[in-house]
């Protein structure tokens, strides 16, 4: 039954990729679904381009296991929505055209600007892969018992066939299907576990209280987050991350104008809001009826609750088919970061810097293809690498590198007068190493105890979570880089892009 039900999932998402695929013959097609989505459709699929693994596995997961600390996760991803609302949707979709980098080009014509624009969003699409990949190998595990790394290869080969020859169209509507299957069984369950507790909050708090070796704890703050800065730095980062992240800009160029872009993001939140509602229900239910012990077990992660909350409520069928929709998720996601960093590839440093504006249609079609299978075995092999983490925090590291390097730049381009290329280059250039340096000598890596952490010994850096020190980093290197360079601005240039990202008024001339 399990092996039929994902056997569907599979053939319904190559089906979509071969009608997606003689669809896609030309680089606006592939990279943007020649921007023909409406509101409701981009909003559908950035819902499921956003409810990741992490979402749906790692939060569930940290709730069961930490309580009350693993709703800061659900809380942050949803407020971040406001953040892309208000301040990066429309002028994005007024100044780019295929990747963020365009945005930022649209003001510095300068190709160490766009260069270092596409290796962030390369690194950035490569660190959240491999907390999806690291969900997927978890998955088909307990699904269909099939090792970790066989399971990996064979997610790494379907989103690579989704990308290499269905592109955005391909991505967007398997992402569009995701969504629509992840909430019907999200509903499901969260309905099936309120009655357990006759559709009383109160009912269910009380018993949580004595359901898990946390006791009353459970509900309350400090279980997994023992430092307050690193629950700080934790909000911080998934807040203000999201507005950085490749593969959620890239949706806003799917659609033709900057309001059906804003609409599209006002579908999205609204979906994205009653589905981490849901999760509290998902956690509380795996704690009450499936057990610490048991989860566990299953994964030390704790990635595998709501799968085994859905065999505890409703058997085999209803197991199988939350796993399959947790696949469906996981292929989504992944589809879409493949393609946002083949993108910045192919069109950022493949058309733009090395053919320098003269690459055929047929050449970066060919780049873009082939730089997807590239970042998709990169990302494979590091996903081999971080089996025993969380995917909920893994995705967190990505957005705080997203929020460190990508948002003070999108900030400055938009709002400030005096900002440079060189502030550009510094501030993504610091906002990315100081985060990628902070993770690699924090506690994720090192640990007194063997087998606790990759690495063996004490942590230089005693933050889980970057953010609280690599955000501001970024910003104040965009600054510094701003007022120590000689070079001044061109006024002129940022009068044309402030009109131009309010109103979309020449954008025919990208």
């Known amino acids: ?36 989505l409406t509101g409701w459709q981009n909003g559908m699929a950035i819902a499921g381009d956003y409810m990741s693994a992490a979402s749906f596995l790692g939060i569930a997961g940290m709730i069961a296991l930490s309580g009350f600390d693993g709703f800061f996760y659900s809380i942050g991803y949803l407020v971040a929505y406001l953040v892309v609302l208000y301040l990066v949707a429309e002028p994005l979709r007024n100044l780019g055209k295929y990747t963020m980098a365009d945005m930022i080009a649209a003001r510095f014509d300068s190709s160490k600007v766009r260069g270092v624009a596409a290796l962030n969003s390369i690194t950035i699409s490569i660190f959240y892969m491999i907390a999806q990949l690291v969900g997927a190998g978890g998955l088909i595990k307990l699904l269909l018992n099939w090792d970790y790394t066989t399971s990996v290869l064979v997610v790494g080969v379907l989103m690579t066939i989704y990308v290499v020859f269905g592109g955005m169209t391909a991505t967007s509507w398997v992402q569009i299907v995701k969504a629509v299957l992840l909430m019907t069984g999200t509903i499901i369950i969260s309905i099936i576990v309120f009655a357990k507790f006759g559709f009383s909050m109160t009912a269910m708090f009380d018993h949580l209280k004595t359901a898990t070796p946390l006791g009353e704890q459970f509900l309350n703050p400090g279980n997994n987050f023992k430092n307050g800065l690193d629950n700080i730095s934790l909000n911080l980062a998934l807040v203000l991350g999201t507005a950085g992240l490749p593969h959620i800009l890239i949706r806003f160029f799917t659609v033709k104008d900057a309001p059906t872009a804003r609409k ?11 589905f981490y509602i849901m999760t509290i229900f998902l956690g509380f239910g795996a704690a009450a009826f499936v057990g610490t012990d048991t989860i566990v077990e299953a994964n030390k992660a704790g990635n595998m609750a709501a799968p085994l909350l859905a065999k505890a409520l ?36 493949y058309s733009h810097i090395v053919r320098k504006g003269k690459a055929t249609e047929q050449e970066q079609m060919k780049a873009a293809k082939w730089a997807s299978v590239g970042v998709a075995v990169i990302s494979i092999l590091l996903s081999l690498f971080a089996q025993k983490f969380n995917v909920a925090f893994l995705v967190s590291l990505a957005f705080a590198v997203a929020a460190s390097a990508n948002l003070p730049v999108i900030i400055f381009t938009i709002f400030w007068r005096r ?10 250039l610091v906002g990315l ?20 952490a990759i690495f063996v010994g004490e942590a230089l850096f005693p933050l889980s979570n970057p953010g609280i020190i690599s955000i501001p980093i970024g910003f104040l290197a965009a600054w510094l880089g701003t007022i120590f360079s000689t070079a001044k601005a061109d006024d002129a240039k940022y009068d044309e892009i402030l009109v131009k990202a309010n109103t979309g008024l020449r954008e025919e001339s990208l």
Request: aromatic fraction near 16%.
């Open 1 to 36: 039954m399990a092996f039929a039900l994902f056997l569907a999932i599979v053939l319904l998402t190559l089906v979509i990729t071969y009608y997606a695929a003689k669809k896609t013959k030309t680089t606006s097609e592939f990279y943007t679904a020649g921007s023909g």
């Open 419 to 428: 900002f440079n290329t060189a502030g550009a280059v510094c501030g993504m």
């Open 433 to 452: 190493l100081s985060a990628l340096i902070l993770v690699a000598l924090s506690p994720n890596l090192w640990n007194p105890e063997p087998g606790k």
């Open 314 to 349: 409703g058997g085999d069928f209803f197991f199988a088919f939350i796993s399959a929709v947790a696949f469906a998720t996981i292929l989504a996601v992944v589809a879409g970061l493949v393609l946002s960093a083949a993108s910045a590839f192919a069109h950022d440093f």
């Open 264 to 274: 599209s993001v006002v579908y999205a939140t609204w979906i994205i809001g009653i």
